[in-house]
């Protein structure tokens, strides 16, 4: 059982900057995958930036250019980086991995985007 805690929401005025992190309780080293997911109120639950076992990645059109995330497979933790964040980025944001074949969501955090 992997368990997972995301830090590093919090409220940012737009054009801000906030670093997520996911750490894991066991080794992410062979995680097929490591994503954020985020749902705002009244949303469904969308895939923000995904990191494979190999390096590649993913974004969703709508944080291209401005999110970037990371793995450090030392450290069992898996990063977004997010750059000129907009109100519309506001959203409960999870942390999603697939370790030998089972899923995993964290918790949750809090980002809110406002003036």
């Known amino acids: 059982q992997v368990q997972l805690v995301e830090s590093g929401g919090g409220l940012v005025q737009p054009g801000g900057s906030l670093r997520l992190s996911c750490a894991a309780s066991?080794?992410?080293?062979?995680?097929?995958?490591m994503d954020w997911y985020r749902q705002a109120p009244g949303k469904q639950r969308e895939l923000v930036a995904a990191?494979?076992?190999?390096?590649?990645?993913n974004y969703a059109d709508s944080v291209k250019g401005r999110f970037t995330i990371s793995r450090d497979n030392a450290k069992n933790t898996v990063f977004l980086q997010m750059n000129s964040l907009k109100p519309e980025d506001t959203a409960v944001y999870f942390c999603?991995?697939?370790?030998?074949?089972?899923?995993?969501w964290g918790q949750g955090t809090q980002v809110t985007v406002s003036s």
């Open positions: 990191i494979a076992s190999g390096g590649r990645r």
């Open positions: 066991e080794s992410i080293s062979n995680a097929y995958t």
């Open positions: 999603y991995v697939v370790v030998s074949g089972v899923s995993y």
